[in-house]
Structures are given as C-alpha cells and as structure tokens.
C-alpha cells in the first residue's frame, strides 16, 4: 500500500509539473533519468523525495535495492523473443504505450515481463511494405501470472 500511495504521488507531482514548460529533473539512486523512458516497479520504491528548489522541481527516488538492475528492449527480445536483431521494421509498445523513441528504455528487472509478437504480414488491407513490420507488446506485472486454460463449448469456460 505505501508503494502505491507513493506511486500514485509520484504521477501526480510529474503530471502537476508536466503542465509547466519543463518537465522536472528526475533521479533514480543519484542517476538522472528520464521518466517517460524508465519503467519502474512500485514495489522496487523506497522512497521519493520532491524539491521545488529549481523552477521545474526536482524528484528523487530511491530503491530498496540501490544495485538497482534494469533491462533494454534489446535485452527483453534477446530473451523472450526469436528476433534477431532490431531494425526500423519493429514497433515497441509497453504497457499499452507506443514507444516513439527506443533509446534508452530501461526496465526494471524485478517486473515479470511478458512478450508478445504480432507479425504483420498476413493483413491483406496494408500496403505491401508494412507487411514487414512486426509489433512487439511487452506487458509488465509486479506478481506472476497464473496460467489459465479456455475450454470452447456453447460458452467460454476459464479456469485459473
């Protein structure tokens, strides 16, 4: 619950200041990040500390664990995927969030992290040269997700 409670205050200090022209310097264990480009845990949260000294503000958060490990998107399709390599034919979505920029994405390594695949090709109404293109969903969960069969009748039955 604090984790959440300091999750919820951190969107809003960052959606309070992200009105303003500059957006405030932000620090992850004395490191500045960007917080459109780091996805972070709640439950990796110790504390967050905000300071109006500057005229954007700026935040610091501290993890539980200061050796703090992140993942690169290439690391993710490294593991999860059988992709190669990464060119300009792979779009990035995490968390439901298209990715504009891939440089410098960081993910924290204590999220159980879940990859999907969506090859383009088979979409009859694209032009033919967005066929290649590939969407790669990545969906971040703070606790394992139980499998889960569908059986198929006259309903859809789940069982967890």
Do not use: C
């Not at 004395?30 to 503000?57: A, C, H, R, W, Y």
């Amino acid at each position: 619950m604090k984790n959440l409670t300091l999750l919820v205050l951190l969107l809003l200090v960052y959606t309070g200041f992200s009105q303003q022209k500059q957006a405030p310097d932000a620090y992850l264990n004395s490191v500045k990040i960007d917080l459109n480009k780091v996805f972070l845990n709640p439950k990796s949260i110790d504390s967050i500390k905000i300071e109006k000294k500057t005229p954007q503000g700026t935040i610091y958060i501290l993890t539980k664990n200061r050796k703090f490990a992140t993942l690169t998107l290439r690391n993710i399709v490294n593991k999860h995927t059988d992709i190669k390599y990464i060119d300009n034919s792979i779009l990035f979505r995490i968390e439901g969030k298209l990715i504009e920029d891939t440089t410098e994405i960081k993910i924290d390594d204590s999220y159980f992290i879940y990859v999907d695949v969506a090859s383009l090709s088979g979409v009859k109404y694209l032009d033919d040269k967005f066929r290649d293109l590939k969407i790669i969903n990545i969906d971040l969960d703070e606790t394992e997700r139980k499998p889960q069969i569908m059986l198929r009748g006259n309903e859809d039955i789940w069982i967890k």
